[in-house]
Structures are given as structure tokens and as C-alpha cells.
T-cell receptor, first 119, second 109 residues
Framework: NAGVTQTPKFQVLKTGQSMTLQCAQD?????MSWYRQDPGMGLRLIHY???????DQGEVPNGYNVSRSTTEDFPLRLLSAAPSQTSVYFCASSYKAPTPSRGRAYEQYFGPGTRLTVT | RKEVEQDPGPFNVPEGATVAFNCTYS??????FFWYRQDCRKEPKLLMSVYSSGNEDGRFTAQLNRASQYISLLIRDSKLSDSATYLC??????????FGTGTRLKVLA
């Protein structure tokens, strides 16, 4: 049971290049999400998915695309890298999506992160 | 008002001290709350969940005050290994978790 895996661990891109950050989980979790973490900003939600075929935007979605063709995989695509996208990216998964009105939320499991630098 | 707010610290405390952090949240509908620990340059890991008034696990106690909309984390008998950033997480709206910016703790020998 590998949990949540992310590749690559480190990446340097030039402005305008595109790339895909990979994320996979083997826990059969319905909910997956991508965050970026910048100094002093905490983790900010980029995109999330409540199940295969269903994705939606988070707090900072501009410049990123996602898809969820299988339960296991949730790749994040940078369309045209910009220096403002230099950050640490974390993928996370949880059993189900949080539903505050029903009084239940679930622990998120995080991948080890990808450190991205855009020059 | 931010959805989740934490004092960024740092809190510098001697070994053996008791330290407490607070986290305020704005969504009164939230029912579940989480404290995560994050070590430098590592991924966050769950420390405690809070579903009712509170939770205790060894030296760690989390308490919930719904009336004032805050949760607290109390660490007793601090160890050097407790040095980390502690993140407060609140489900907010639909299908989203909102993270506080974290509170840095440094336990001094």
C-alpha cells in the first residue's frame, strides 16, 4: 500500500513550457485534490475531484488543468508555466469529499510533494 | 474575515513546557476539524481530528468551542521532536478543505 505518490519530486521549467505533475493513490479514495504551498500563504486549493470524471476549481485554478479518468490518478497540467507558479505542489486524497452540512469530513492523505521552479 | 485564521508564531518554548495554539473559523456549519503537523519541506500529516467537543491523544489535546468558533491544540510536556508547523484545517462550503497558514513551534533544549 503506497498511499499517495507524486512525480516528479523536483522540476525546473522555463517560462512558457508545459508539463504534467502526476498523482496516484491506491486507497480507492473518492476525493482527490491539488494544493500549492507558498511561504506565508499556507496550502491553497487549486482543483479537486469528488470522483472519476468529476472535477472542479478551487481557490487558485488559473493556469492549471486537471482530469480524473480513473479513481486512482489525478494529474495536474501546467499549460504555460510562469514564474508565479514556482511553488511546492501537494496532491491529497480522502475517503470521500467533505460535506460540512452533514457533519462529516475525512482525513486527507498527502503525497510527498513536487518542488517546481519556473525561470 | 479569513475562513481559517491562525497565529503564525513562532512559539519558542523550553522542553517540558505546555503550549497552546488557537484557530478561528468562519463557517458555522463546519462539524469536523483537523490539526495537521508539517515538518520542514515535508507533506502535512494528520495529528488529530475533532468531531465533538474535543479529543485527547497522549500529550496532545484538541478542543472545540462552537459558540466562539475556534479550536485549540494543547501540547503538554513539549519535546524537541514537537518542533514543526501545526496546520488547522476546516471543511468549508461544499467539497473543500480550507487550511490555516500554520503556527510554527520551536521547542528549545
Amino acid at each position: 500500500n503506497a498511499g499517495v505518490t507524486q512525480t516528479p519530486k523536483f522540476q525546473v521549467l522555463k517560462t512558457g513550457q508545459s508539463m504534467t505533475l502526476q498523482c496516484a493513490q491506491d486507497m480507492n479514495h473518492e476525493y482527490m485534490s491539488w494544493y500549492r504551498q507558498d511561504p506565508g500563504m499556507g496550502l491553497r486549493l487549486i482543483h479537486y475531484s469528488v470522483g472519476a470524471g468529476i472535477t472542479d476549481q478551487g481557490e487558485v485554478p488559473n493556469g492549471y488543468n486537471v482530469s480524473r479518468s480513473t479513481t486512482e490518478d489525478f494529474p495536474l497540467r501546467l499549460l504555460s508555466a510562469a514564474p508565479s507558479q514556482t511553488s511546492v505542489y501537494f496532491c491529497a486524497s480522502s475517503y470521500k469529499a467533505p460535506t460540512p452540512s452533514r457533519g462529516r469530513a475525512y482525513e486527507q492523505y498527502f503525497g510527498p510533494g513536487t518542488r517546481l521552479t519556473v525561470t | 474575515r479569513k475562513e481559517v485564521e491562525q497565529d503564525p508564531g513562532p512559539f519558542n518554548v523550553p522542553e517540558g513546557a505546555t503550549v497552546a495554539f488557537n484557530c478561528t473559523y468562519s463557517n458555522s456549519a463546519s462539524q469536523s476539524f483537523f490539526w495537521y503537523r508539517q515538518d520542514c519541506r515535508k507533506e502535512p500529516k494528520l495529528l488529530m481530528s475533532v468531531y465533538s467537543s474535543g479529543n485527547e491523544d497522549g500529550r496532545f489535546t484538541a478542543q472545540l468551542n462552537r459558540a466562539s468558533q475556534y479550536i485549540s491544540l494543547l501540547i503538554r510536556d513539549s519535546k524537541l521532536s514537537d518542533s514543526a508547523t501545526y496546520l488547522c484545517v476546516v471543511p468549508s462550503g461544499t467539497y473543500k478543505y480550507i487550511f490555516g497558514t500554520g503556527t510554527r513551534l520551536k521547542v528549545l533544549a
